[in-house]
Structures are given as C-alpha cells and as structure tokens.
C-alpha cells in the first residue's frame, strides 16, 4: 500500500521556469491538498480538492495552479518560479473531510 | 481568522519525565482537532483527532485531551524514539472551507536517554 507518493523528491529551478509537482494517491481518497512548509511558518495550505474535478484556493495560492481530473492525482504547477517558492511541499489526502490526512513525504524544492 | 498557536516552541526531556505540550486555538466553529507527529526529512504523520471538548484519545505513550479553548498532548515516560516535532491543527465548519487544515508551528521535542 503506497499511500500518498510525491515526486520528485528534490528539485532546483531557476527564476522564472516551471514545473509540475506530482501527487498521486492509491487509498480512492475524495479529499486533497497541497502545502508548503517554511522555517518559522507552519504547514500552509496552498490549493485543496474536494473530489474529481472540483478544487479551491487555500491561504497562499499565488503562483500556484492544480486540476483534479482524477481522483488519485493531484498535480501542484508553479507557473513561473520565484525565490520565495523554496520551500518544502506536501500533498496530503482524505477519505472525509473530518478524518485525519495521509501526507506524502515532501518535495524540497529550491528556486535560485 | 482562525488561530493554533503552540507551546512551547521545543522541549528537552530526559528519557522517564513525562510532560505535556499545549495547543490553544481560536476558531469560529470547530469540526475537529489533530494531532501529528514529523520526523527530520518526513512528512506529518496522523496521530489523533479530537471532536468535542471532554474528549480524550490514547496511542502507547501519547495522550490527547481536548477543552473549549485548548488541546494538550501527554507525553508519559518518554523514550528517545518519542524525539519529533509535534503539529496542532483545526478544521473549521465552515462549508466553504471545505476540508481545510489551519496548523500551529509545532513543538520540538527531544527525549535524552
């Protein structure tokens, strides 16, 4: 059972490239999310999902697009990276949106 | 806005010393609490959720109790193995929010054999 997998697992961009953070889940979760998580900051949400085709802003979405177009994946595009985007991400899901999350083990990505 | 502030930041604990990390929020309507435990280089690991203050949860050496304003988190006889970083956070009821997580910073513990 391989629960939530990310990839890459690490990732340097330069300023202004882009690419796709892969999130796939084998548990036929509804429930999805993107975070970041920084030094003195938290986990924060970024963009979440409800089900297939159905997905919201979180706290920090700017640069950031998803799509839900099935239900086990959840990609995570940073659009045109920035030095404000190192950080490290993690894609989390849910059977039911009051139970507790699976998280991945993270991408660290490092824009320079 | 919803807040989870958590304390306190890290811990020192010898290997036996029991203790207890706090985790105080402000929320306008509260679905549920959890806790998580992260190792360096990891993802949060699901530990506990709380629903309704008076609630109390046990997994081994770990005890989760919840009130109207705050969460705490026993820790009994640690072992060295208990050493992570343990994360506080609320679901709000608010339809809109969806499913959302709001998390405190976390608290640092270390257990000294």
């Known amino acids: 059972n391989a629960g939530v997998t990310q990839t890459p697992k690490f990732q340097v961009l330069k300023t202004g490239q882009s690419m796709t953070l892969q999130c796939a889940q084998d548990?036929?979760?509804?429930?999805m999310s993107w975070y970041r998580q920084d030094p003195g900051m938290g986990l924060r949400l970024i963009h979440y999902?409800?089900?297939?085709?159905?997905?919201d802003q979180g706290e920090v979405p700017n640069g950031y697009n998803v799509s839900r177009s099935t239900t086990e994946d959840f990609p995570l595009r940073l659009l045109s990276a920035a030095p404000s985007q190192t950080s490290v991400y993690f894609c989390?899901?849910?059977?039911?949106?009051?139970?507790?999350?699976?998280f991945g083990s993270g991408t660290r990505l490092t824009v320079v | 806005e919803d807040q989870v502030t958590q304390s306190p930041e890290a811990l020192r604990l010898q290997e036996g010393e029991s203790s207890s990390l706090n985790c105080s929020y402000t929320?306008?309507?509260?679905?549920?609490l959890f806790w998580y435990r992260q190792d360096p280089g990891k993802g949060p690991e699901f530990l506990f959720t709380?629903?309704?203050a008076g609630e109390e949860k046990e997994k081994e050496r770990l005890k989760a109790t919840l009130t109207k304003k705050e969460s705490f988190l026993h820790i009994t006889a640690p072992k060295p193995e208990d050493s992570a970083t343990y994360l506080c956070a609320v679901q709000v009821l608010k339809e809109t929010s969806g499913s959302r997580l709001t998390f405190g910073e976390g608290t640092q513990l270390t257990v000294n054999p």
């Open positions: 999902s409800v089900g297939a085709g159905i997905t």
């Open positions: 709380l629903y309704s």
């Open positions: 989390a899901s849910s059977s039911d949106r009051g139970y507790g999350y699976t």
């Open positions: 929320v306008s309507g509260l679905r549920g």
């Open positions: 548990m036929n979760h509804e429930y």
